[in-house]
């Protein structure tokens, strides 16, 4: 038993030191990329073998014996440093990590670590003091232990304290609420220059094209960008501090910021921002010239054009982009911390989204959709990292990040001069294997420190924000002189690292493609086949670039006078949705995902088009686009619910449904259950005839849409490229219906376990915008569900 023990502790060492350099590398990964990378995988796995180690070492010590015990507890010493680092990678959502709560100091979360480290130093008091009367030689090992255990609880200290700054920072946990006023002063300002702040009907009607805001064709990003007022950085220079609060005096400088109607009541405040808290904030106007605002950006690093003459590097592109997004995440994070969005609806908001972002003039549309949705991932990660334990320290004070460098540092070289140590006084064990777990479990912490260090620290997003926002700063000729050259320096370091691992990634065959965007595909055909079912849980394919631009277009299109998005029923030209009409969304998905499927089963899947510089909307590929996003609602109702503005339950049961239905179907049409993959296509295009024979009012309805899209137009020419083009208008209509939604906590959860997933991006969006959901009317729902 003893020697088994002994090898599930190397093996446990063996892999913690594997994922520990694989952590490493996919952390790198992840700066590229984003959240659709291997890290969080690899990050509960080493979890995972850290809970394991914990009883293996209570096991070890109470086997170990003389010198093996120094070992046991150097080990106990070493994850008890790392442990938190790995639990803090990435939030749980699970536990309310995506709210105001976040940043608040909690004594009881570190009642835990407290009561290891008293007994780790119980155990190393009781197991190293009595040695010294014994063997002098090892005499040293007490004071390197009370050092290292000292070191520990100064790790403690430190984690306490920087929690406990950035509880009180205004630049990290008061942040939401400084830019909620910041917000309405920017409004009301808005309002006095005669730029009102409420919406203005443009004379379009929801899905018009000329409801999207009236955009002039000369408008571009960089015209909007460079008159933007959003805080990039800086916000918490507005406060007043307790000595100007003290003397504070009637001038037009300093002033009360309110936002009025919050907080008293349920839809008072627009778009149905219900119960926020109701901001006061006195604050120094003479201090908006200090702030960073995107205006500053694109104004400031707009110099660096010059060098590159009228043609603008991608680099450059990518870093005005990035602090675009790092002011959206701002403006986002009020909503999960339940503070007010002034602007939403403004004619200012509208002019940034619809004019600005979301702009589609030609020649390169295709671009601009994919960069309106890079901006939104890129905005949804800034808020996915916000609520790590490491950023807020970040944001709360930059002395506490060199504090945290070095204490690391320190702790790191210490623990392996006691492990050399250790070695040298102990040359008579014959056993190697406490040497070599030990050599892993230091390969381990270092892996641990150098992907905490670069990813949260050195090369992250946030401190390239900074950066930038240093530079644009206004300062004197020596700080222009001697610390702007130093900022350029280490952003042209940055960007030839990450030109090397964009390379690497390369040769390895995984090119990283920063326009292309993954989306989960559920076929309920599939899942409804024994054959494919387990290879049929979900699958991932590439969001088209024509089912972006067809995305951002409906945007624009959309009425913001209202800002009201209804079900796509009387929308498509050309078809007769009724079949439909009166249903939930769950069933609208379901049914029409249905006839989708059944539809590529009868005509085949789309053969592939060649790459074209300029593709005109009538030549996409609209199979493509209906099946891509038909399978990826379908994911939502199969594996997400909670996204979906019906009850989960009542999701779960309407699919429940449709597939024992159809799983009957077809077991009705072919000899066995287990049916040859090659008879597929024929039994599918079986159950496409059996709508009579079908008990499930969802399956039938799904079935009859398909059949009368069969039946389709006079002109047989034209008639296959006409059902897909109303099935890839339909979807997308509807997808955009699926995004506004008040269920934060709903997206909070999707963005901590999956990252920035189409509908989280959409619905960001859709606040950003304005943007809200219309319910249908309870008559319709009734109407809907008694008879097909």
């Known amino acids: 038993m003893d020697k088994v023990m002994q090898r599930a502790v190397v093996f446990t060492t063996v892999l913690m030191a594997i994922l520990g350099g694989t952590l490493c590398v996919v952390g790198l990964e992840r700066l590229i990329r984003g959240r659709f990378t291997l890290f969080s995988m690899v990050r509960f796995l080493l979890r995972f073998t850290l809970i394991l180690f914990l009883p293996l070492l209570s096991y070890m010590r109470a086997k170990a014996k003389d010198d093996e015990i120094l070992f046991v507890l150097l080990w106990m010493l070493l994850i008890e440093l790392f442990r938190k680092k790995v639990e803090a990678m990435v939030p749980s959502a699970s536990s309310g990590s995506f709210s105001r709560s976040a940043s608040r100091f909690r004594l009881m979360g570190h009642s835990d670590e407290v009561t290891r480290l008293v007994w780790i130093g119980f155990l190393i008091y009781s197991n190293v003091d009595w040695q010294i009367g014994m063997k002098t030689k090892k005499a040293v090992m007490l004071p390197m232990f009370a050092i290292l255990w000292s070191l520990a609880v100064a790790k403690l200290v430190q984690r306490v304290l920087n929690e406990w700054k950035a509880q009180d920072s205004l630049s990290a946990a008061g942040s939401a609420n400084l830019i909620a006023g910041y917000m309405q002063h920017v409004r009301e300002q808005q309002e006095e220059e005669g730029q009102p702040g409420r919406r203005h009907s443009d004379g379009g009607s929801s899905g018009?094209?000329?409801?999207?805001?009236?955009?002039?064709?000369?408008?571009?990003?960089?015209?909007?960008?460079?008159?933007?007022?959003?805080?990039?950085?800086?916000?918490?220079?507005?406060?007043?501090?307790?000595?100007?609060?003290?003397?504070?005096?009637?001038?037009?400088?300093k002033v009360l910021l309110t936002t009025p109607h919050c907080g008293y009541g349920v839809g008072r405040f627009p778009h149905d921002q219900d119960e926020l808290k109701h901001v006061h904030l006195l604050v120094d106007l003479d201090k908006v010239k200090n702030l960073v605002t995107v205006k500053d950006i694109w104004q400031n690093l707009g110099r660096w054009?010059?060098?590159?003459?009228?043609?603008?590097?991608?680099?450059?592109?990518?870093?005005?982009?990035?602090?675009?997004?790092?002011?959206?995440?701002?403006?986002?994070?009020?909503?999960?911390?339940?503070?007010?969005?002034?602007?939403?609806?403004?004619?200012?908001?509208?002019?940034?989204?619809?004019?600005?972002?979301?702009?589609?003039?030609e020649p390169a549309v295709a671009d601009n959709a994919s960069r309106a949705f890079r901006v939104i991932q890129l905005e949804l990660d800034f808020l996915d990292n916000y609520y790590q334990a490491g950023v807020p320290v970040v944001m709360s004070a930059p002395w506490l990040f060199l504090i945290n460098f070095l204490s690391s540092l320190l702790f790191v070289s210490i623990y392996v001069l006691a492990v050399a140590i250790l070695v040298i006084i102990t040359p008579d064990n014959n056993d190697t294997k406490y040497f070599i777990i030990t050599m892993l479990l230091v390969m381990t912490l270092l892996a641990v420190e150098i992907t905490d260090f670069l990813t949260t620290y050195l090369f992250s997003n946030w401190f390239l924000v900074h950066l930038l926002c240093l530079y644009v700063a206004p300062g004197g000729g020596l700080w222009n002189f001697l610390v702007n050259p130093i900022i350029c320096c280490f952003i042209a370091y940055r960007l030839l690292v990450f030109s090397s691992l964009k390379f690497v990634l390369k040769l390895t065959g995984r090119p990283v493609n920063e326009k292309k965007m993954k989306i989960k595909q559920v076929s309920i055909l599939r899942v409804c086949e024994p054959v494919h079912k387990m290879f049929a849980w979900t699958s991932q394919a590439t969001l088209p670039s024509e089912a972006k631009v067809?995305?951002?277009?409906?945007?624009?299109?959309?009425?913001?006078?209202?800002?009201?998005?209804?079900?796509?029923?009387?929308?498509?030209?050309?078809?007769?949705?009724?079949?439909?009409?009166?249903?939930?969304?769950?069933?609208?998905?379901?049914?029409?995902?249905?006839?989708?499927?059944?539809?590529?089963?009868?005509?085949?899947?789309?053969?592939?088009?060649?790459?074209?510089?300029?593709?005109?909307?009538?030549?996409?590929?609209?199979?493509?686009?209906?099946?891509?996003?038909?399978?990826?609602?379908?994911?939502?109702?199969?594996?997400?619910?909670?996204?979906?503005?019906?009850?989960?339950?009542?999701?779960?049961?309407?699919?429940?449904?449709?597939?024992?239905?159809?799983?009957?179907a077809s077991r009705r049409c072919c000899c066995s259950t287990w049916c040859c993959p090659w008879r597929r296509a024929g039994r599918w295009k079986a159950v496409a005839e059996m709508k009579d024979q079908l008990k499930e009012a969802t399956a039938k309805a799904g079935v009859k849409l398909y059949q009368q899209l069969e039946k389709g137009k006079e002109d047989s020419a034209a008639d296959d490229a006409w059902k897909w083009k109303v099935l890839a208008e339909f979807w997308v209509k509807l997808l955009i219906y699926l995004a506004p939604s008040n269920d934060v906590e709903g997206h909070a959860k999707a963005l901590a376990s999956s990252g920035s997933d189409l509908i989280t991006c959409l619905w960001a969006l859709c606040t950003h915008a304005g943007i809200k959901r219309h319910p249908p009317e309870p008559a319709e729902l009734h109407a809907g569900t008694q008879q097909v």
């Not at 018009?208 to 800086?234: E, F, I, N, R, W």
């Not at 949705?577 to 539809?599: Q, S």
Request: contains cysteine.
């Open 208 to 253: 018009g094209s000329g409801a999207g805001g009236g955009a002039s064709p000369d408008v571009d990003l960089d015209t909007v960008m460079g008159k933007c007022q959003y805080v990039v950085m800086g916000e918490e220079k507005l406060v007043l501090n307790k000595k100007e609060r003290g003397r504070r005096q009637t001038t037009g400088s």
């Open 305 to 361: 054009l010059a060098l590159f003459g009228n043609r603008r590097p991608k680099f450059i592109d990518h870093m005005l982009l990035m602090c675009l997004s790092f002011s959206l995440f701002k403006l986002l994070r009020r909503r999960f911390e339940h503070y007010p969005m002034v602007e939403v609806g403004s004619k200012m908001a509208r002019r940034l989204m619809i004019e600005g972002l979301l702009n589609d003039h």
């Open 550 to 664: 067809a995305i951002v277009k409906d945007l624009k299109a959309i009425n913001l006078d209202t800002g009201v998005v209804n079900l796509p029923h009387d929308d498509i030209s050309g078809f007769d949705f009724n079949i439909i009409r009166g249903k939930t969304a769950t069933e609208i998905i379901l049914a029409c995902h249905l006839a989708t499927e059944l539809l590529e089963v009868k005509h085949g899947k789309p053969k592939k088009k060649p790459k074209q510089k300029e593709q005109k909307p009538e030549d996409w590929d609209h199979q493509t686009v209906a099946t891509t996003l038909s399978r990826y609602c379908m994911y939502l109702v199969a594996r997400v619910p909670e996204l979906l503005p019906d009850d989960e339950r009542w999701v779960s049961d309407r699919y429940e449904d449709v597939k024992s239905c159809l799983k009957e």
